[in-house]
Structures are given as C-alpha cells and as structure tokens.
C-alpha cells in the first residue's frame, strides 16, 4: 500500500471519530436539553476530541506525508493531501490539553449561554465566555498561520480567507446596504407583514415544512429531520445527513429555516460515493455550504414562483390566516425588509448588517481591544449604528447567538460570503437555464439540484472556494452579483 | 497515584467508550429503522469496539492488576479489581479481529433478522445467523473459562452461572409450570381478555406510561422515554438512562413493558455516586437486573392494589373501552394464564416455558447438536411439547427476538433468573414491610423504591449476584418463593 493509500485508510478512522462526535452533539441538542447533568456527555466528547487529535497528530501522519508528496497523485489524491497536510499542520501546534479544555468548555458554556439567553441576564454567561475567548486566543497564538489572530480563527472556517480580504468585501457594500434598507422603507407601497402576527399550528407547520424537503429531494432513508431550538445540520456518516426545524418562532421562519437546512444537506448527501469516508467527504467550506443553503432558502425558496406551486397548499393548512391573502400579498410579505433584532430571522438586506456586525466585534475582542464585559453595550452601540435600532434586552441583543458559545470565533463572516457566493452561482445558473424558475411553478426543482450536484456537490473539499467558484462561474467572488439581485428584487416587491 | 487508582482511571475511559457504544446503538434503534444505509453506523460500532478491546487488553492493564493484587484494599476497590481482572481475562483471549467481526456482523444480522421477521421468512436470516452462531462458538472456544461452550457463554450475563447450575433450577420447575397452566385452564370461572382486543389510542397509551413511569419516580432530567419497535433501556452516561416504549401490541403491553424497562432504568440510576464512571456502575448481573423489572412490571404493576390506584385514569382515558369494566374484572384480565406464542407478551407462568425452551435450544445449537437450518422446525415441536400449541409462522415463533442477531446467546436463561430472583426479594421485602401494598393503592411507590436502592441498587456490581442474594434475602436463590407466588396468585384470579 502506498502512502496516500494508507493516509486515506487512516483519516477514514479519523472520520469515523468525527461523525461519532457528530452524534454525541447531535444527540444533545435534540434529545437532552432538559437534562441537569451533561458532565458525562462532556467527558465523552472530549475523549472523543482527544483520540482525534492524537491520530491527526500522530508521528505516522507526518511521515506518510513526506512520502506521499513523492508520489504521482491524481487530482483526488493532491486534494486529499493537501487536506491532511493542512489538518495535520494544524493539530500538531495543539498541545492536547488545550484540544479537550475547549471541547469540555464548550458543552459548559453552551449550557450557561442557553440559560443566560432564557433570563436574559449576560452575567450567567460571562464568566465562561470569557474562559471560551481566552482559549480561543491561545489557540489562534499556537496556530499562527496569519499574522494576526482573527485571520487563524477565520482561516478554520473559510479556508484560504484573512480579514482583510473579507474586509475589502463587506466595506463597501455596508454603506450600500444601509442606504438601500431606507430607500426601501421611503416607499408608499410596502408590503403588509400583519399575516405572521396570526397564529399557526406548531404541528402543521412542521408537517408542511417536511413535505417541501421531500418535494425538494430530501431522501429520508439517507437523512432526519427533528424537532429542536436553534435549527441546524449534521452528518453522521456519509449517507446518515439529518436537519432539524424549530416551529416556535413567528411564521414561516420555521418553513424558510427548514428549507436553508435542507440547502447544507443536500450539498453533504451529493458529495460522490468514490469521497465517502474520506477527508474530502464534507462541503468546503462554511462560505460555499452557506451559499447553497441560502440559495435554496432565499433565492428559490422566497420567490414568486415557488409559492405559486405551494401557495395553495398553505392556504389549505391555514385557511383562517390565508383563505382571502392573494398570493402575490403573502410573496410580499415573505420579503419585507426591515431592521430587526435577531439574525435567523433577518431579511435578505438587512442580513449581512447582521453580520458585519459581529465581524467588526469578534475582531476587537480578540485583538484584545474590547473585553467580553463590554459586549453587551458595544452590541447595542453598534446595532444602532448599522440598523437604526437597539435591542430590547441582551436576549435578542448579544446572547442570541450559540456560536461563540461553542468556541466558533471567525465562523459568522463566512454566512455573508455565502449570500455573495449564492448569488453569484445562480446568476451562472439562470445564464445557462434562463428559464428554471418556470420549474418551481410546476413543483420542478430537479433541473436546478441536478446542476448544483453536478457543479458543486459532488466534489466535496476537492476544490478550495476560490477555485471552485471560479471553475463554475469563471470569475473570482464578484459582490455585483448580490446588489444586483437585492435591488431587481426589492425594487419590484416595494413597487420602487 | 497507587496501582488501583490508575486502574479506576483507565477505566473510567473504557466505561465512556461504552457509553458512546450505546449511544451508537441507543440511536439506530430509535432513530435509524428506516434508513437504507447502515454501513456507516456498523463501521463506527466496529471502531469503538475496537478501541475498547485495545485498552482493556493493554500491557499496562495486566502490570497494573498484578501490581494492584498486593494491595490492602478496601470492599470497593476490591470489588473493582475483581471485575476488571474479569474483563481483562476474558478480553485478552479474544483477538482484535473476532471482536471488530462480531460487532460489524451483529449490525448486519439486526437488519437482516428485521427484514426476516417482517416477512416471515427465516431464509433471510439463515445465513447471517450461522456466521453469528460460529463467531459466539470461537469466542466461547477461545474464552475457555468452562469446560462446556454454553456455561462459558452464560457466564458473561450471568458472572458464576453455568448450564448445569441452571439446568439444576430449570428442570425441576418445568413440569410443575405445565401442570399448573393445565390446572388453571380447567377453571369455571376463567378471567375473561376480550377487552384487550379492543383498540387504545396509541398516544394515549404513551401518554399514560409516562404518568406512570413518573409517579413511579422516573426522573427525566436524567433520562428520557422514546418510541420504538422493541422496548429497551439503556445507559448513556452514569446519570443518562433511557428507556423506550412500544404502543403497537396489543393493549396493555406498552404499559406493562414501559413499567419493566423502569425497573432496569431505576436500578441503574439508583447507584451511588461514588461507583459512577467505574467498572462496577451497572447492574451486577443480567438476572438481578430483570428481578428488577420484573419485580415492578408484574408483582407491582399487576397487582390488584397497583390497580386499584390507577383504574380510574384509565378509565378516564378509555372510557369507550373500560367504562363498564369493574376494576377486578381488568386486574383478572391482565393476569390471564394462557399459553401464547410472543414471550415478551406472556403472563408470569408460561413466561418460563418460554425461556426453557430457548434454553435448551441454545445448548443444542451451541454444541453443535443441532444446525441453524432446522430451527424453524425445532423451535415449533418444543414449543408444542411445552406450551401445547404449534407457532402459525416463523414471525410468532423463532424470528420473534432480536437477542440471536446480535450475537446474545446465552442470555435467556437469565430472564427467567430474573423471576426467580424477584419473587425471592420481595418476599424478604413483605416481611419487613407486611403492608406495603397498601401504599400502592394510594399512588405511593418510594418505599419499595428506597428499600431496592439501600438494599440493591446503590451496590452497582460490588457484589455478584449469588452473594446479594443471600446479602438481602439471607439465603441461596430458592425456587420455592416464586412457586409460592404464582400459586397464591393465580388461584385467587382463577378462583380455584
């Protein structure tokens, strides 16, 4: 067996370990959010974090690499290379402890944040997200792989990415963004959101939101979908990809999260059989996975065409709240933009304020130029700034939120970037099929995750984001895309 | 740190890796019955496995023990010696190969003997369930710690049993129990079950076992009850206990089997919190375990006081079915005596034929005596020899348990170790507590609870089975106790 052989056979043990962490996380936030103690969970994720980083790390890994970069590699086996090269050169700056106190921080700090969250009271969780930043910087200092720290961290996520690239993105179209929110909310024709004040049947909701992924190709003998707080997606083997829903926030939050949750699945359950168990076997990056689920949420799931397929089906589901609301009333009222205060349930504009938002802070607090005790007043100062409101209390202000909980510093840019990759691969899309959207109408999305699997699925982490999104669209990562699409939309929607 | 500590935190390892073991498993029966692809899982399964032979069987393992041995130890230590000596025994006479094998092997044959039992077609099965019987008689070879390949097999679920030492209980018993059905069944005034082929509300049943179960001091901040096609418990942690619950037999099957799986769950919940993490935090033997549940599933949970309680909210529930049912014609109903095809449906007489004939069929099969093949056939003209009815199919009669799939041969014997246990502990407990049924009728059940954790639970594993027996009853395990309680029951239901 040569090396790259015996380095795919032993990151495949190494994936196992992954999905089996997978499982352990999975498992608690669908099943045990209303147990007292997660101290026995916590022990087991983090031996399970220990035994990966000792086989990442392993003397055997460094030395197989050296010999496999002898080796005439096909396109497959460069990639897998220079994934496990990647992985290994950044484990072996961790020292172990560091890897389990983070993993066993996490679990703790999660559970503060969701506690501190309910009351909303910043000062249940400040402690340990103190202890979680701290942590963070030493692994950023240990890692070094940029000069400064935030660039690390954010190099996890989006790999290839830096601050300042990211930066010269979201600068210039901050300003835009922010004009175009009041250019929008100067028209005299707005849509009317009253329809989502109404009530609607938690169970209904969730059947109908299961009845689109089905539509949409969801197959669930490969896949689950349950019932949690905070929605999210994971996979547990390669063909073992669940997503869940959350039918407690104000309609159809529960409909359009579903359908973004559905967006990172189906990315994982196309990834080609000859990558399964393989280091490649995962979308790659959090950029890309982002953009093929807000695709599907936003761009096809929030258009007129879409609902003229489902429309009368919630009509049928919900008779008492849409029986006289015309189609085009309720597409409207699916698009307001309007400053809010939580993130998930953000409008398409609106959204990557949000974000810039959180990027601006997570750089300070980990260079150090603000302190977690501060963040609270720092959010609110900033939300102002950007969206011309100021959250109520820190529950729909600072901690709502479980990234940071969970360590996950650096991770929110690359939702941003995901709108700008998404719009920018579904112009290349509507290029080549100018007609797709006629599809929906008909209940058709085929045409479109045929083309998503062909160009971008299938190949897993073969391709890093910039190669891939030139490989499908010919062009670097180009935000025209996005402002077009914002203002052909909303223009239209808030009759401008 | 002295020899036996090091041990104690060895281990503590080994015991998460089991615990991430029965999630894995916890999982797939809850989660993954209808998925296609379990490759993934199975591999996974095999891995932890593999890890937890790797450890156990360490160098350091066996100097430790040795080291460990010229100790003073106190009663805990002692006991943690002993079992880990055991494990250590028994694993290092068992290669890394057969044991990933029988792991991967019994995920395989769980989905083939599901499909094979669906259609009732034992073909299916055959060929997976011949590997499974010659991977169990390697182990039993290999293992080598009786002369006969069954004791060595029984000895891992029941630690100090052997086949002549059950045979010894078993025989005398078994004519008694068909004469006894007989008896019975020749009454004039036989209890009548048609109200339990009326139809119940599946939700409600559910519904009604977690009331239950609560009022019985389950406590679910420590663990959870879940639907599924085979009832089980399971823990995930010292603290994460789970049980599940099956609503499609018939009534009241998900009441009863909910209570049983209680019994197993607050036995192991009930272990003090110095054991936690430790080798001898769980039940001490399969047989203790089911005196356990069985002790509340039939002697509580079928007992007129029991009833006497809980009718009422029954018949709230299912007035349509039980309205005019005096509450003494359901308690007679749900203690019917009457040979049946499903074990894990059978009243507390046949219930033990059930188990002597996969006893003896187990001997045979494990000897080689007879071949996989010929069990379809075997298995019916025993079970006409001892119950006096032929199984209409293979689905009612040799496909029914799951125990063979997964490599579990030699297990059965301890179920009906389990009755045996049961009757001769609650005897002891009456005698101390003569009124104790009269708590029941109010609703009350901590006393018995708090006598089983002061006398039993708490102990976890510290002492095998034979020397808690004699610990809490004062004597050896004496059939006479159960003989006892069946005849004193039964003859008042019977009205003989």
């Not at 601050?163 to 179209?173: H, K, L, S, T, V």
């Given at each position: 067996m040569n090396a790259i052989k015996e380095l795919r056979e032993h990151f495949a043990e190494i994936m196992r370990l992954h999905y089996i962490q997978a499982l352990l996380s999975w498992d608690q936030e669908v099943n045990m959010m209303e147990y007292k103690g997660l101290e026995g969970r916590s022990k087991q994720v983090s031996l399970i974090e220990k035994l990966i980083h000792q086989r990442v790390t392993s003397e055997k890994v460094g030395r197989l690499i050296k010999e496999a970069e002898k080796l005439?590699?096909?396109?497959?086996?460069?990639?897998?290379?220079?994934?496990?090269?990647?992985?290994?050169?950044?484990?072996?700056?961790?020292?172990?402890?560091?890897?389990?106190?983070?993993?066993?921080?996490?679990?703790?700090?999660?559970?503060?944040?969701?506690?501190?969250?309910a009351k909303s009271d910043f000062s249940i969780f400040q402690k340990l997200l103190e202890k979680t930043v701290e942590l963070q910087k030493e692994k950023a200092e240990k890692l070094g792989t940029h000069p400064d720290l935030y660039s690390t961290l954010i190099d996890l996520y989006e790999p290839g990415a830096t601050?300042?690239?990211?930066?010269?993105?979201?600068?210039?179209?901050k300003p835009k963004l922010i004009d175009f929110v009041k250019k929008l909310n100067s028209s005299s024709d707005k849509p009317d959101g009253s329809i989502f004040k109404k009530h609607y049947d938690e169970d209904k909701q969730f059947e109908l939101s299961s009845k689109i992924i089905k539509k949409l190709n969801f197959d669930f003998g490969y896949g689950r979908q349950d019932k949690v707080t905070h929605p999210f997606t994971t996979s547990l083997a390669s063909m073992d990809v669940r997503i869940t829903t959350r039918t407690t926030e104000p309609f159809p939050d529960c409909i359009t999260s579903t359908i973004h949750e559905y967006g990172h699945a189906i990315y994982e359950m196309g990834i080609k059989k000859e990558l399964h168990d393989t280091i490649l076997c995962t979308g790659t990056s959090m950029g890309i996975h982002e953009s093929q689920s807000r695709m599907w949420e936003n761009i096809v799931g929030r258009s007129k065409e879409f609902w003229m397929y489902w429309y009368p089906t919630f009509q049928e589901y919900f008779p008492e709240n849409l029986k006289d609301v015309p189609m085009e009333e309720f597409h409207r009222a699916i698009n307001i933009v309007q400053p809010s205060f939580i993130r998930v349930n953000a409008d398409e504009v609106t959204y990557g304020l949000h974000i810039i938002l959180r990027f601006e802070i997570e750089k300070d607090l980990i260079e150090g130029k603000i302190q977690v005790s501060e963040l609270p007043e720092i959010w609110n100062s900033k939300f102002e700034e950007l969206l011309g409101i100021v959250p109520p209390n820190d529950a729909q202000g600072?901690?709502?939120?479980?990234?940071?909980?969970?360590?996950?510093?650096?991770?929110?840019?690359?939702?941003?970037?995901?709108?700008?990759?998404?719009?920018?691969?579904?112009?290349?899309?509507?290029?080549?099929?100018?007609?797709?959207?006629?599809?929906?109408?008909?209940?058709?999305?085929?045409?479109?995750?045929?083309?998503?699997?062909e160009e971008i699925h299938q190949f897993g982490s073969i391709y890093r984001a910039n190669d891939l999104i030139k490989r499908v669209t010919g062009e670097d990562l180009n935000t025209d895309y996005f402002l077009k699409y914002i203002e052909e939309k909303f223009k239209l929607i808030y009759r401008l």
């Open positions: 005439d590699l096909n396109e497959i086996e460069s990639a897998m290379l220079r994934e496990i090269t990647r992985e290994y050169n950044l484990a072996i700056k961790l020292p172990e402890k560091l890897v389990t106190e983070i993993a066993e921080t996490s679990i703790l700090a999660a559970k503060e944040w969701r506690e501190a969250r601050y300042d690239w990211i930066a010269n993105i979201f600068n210039p179209i600072v901690l709502q939120d479980v990234h940071w909980s969970g360590g996950s510093i650096g991770y929110f840019p690359t939702y941003f970037l995901g709108n700008l990759y998404g719009t920018q691969i579904y112009a290349k899309v509507l290029e080549k099929m100018p007609n797709l959207p006629d599809d929906y109408k008909k209940g058709e999305f085929s045409n479109l995750l045929n083309y998503l699997k």
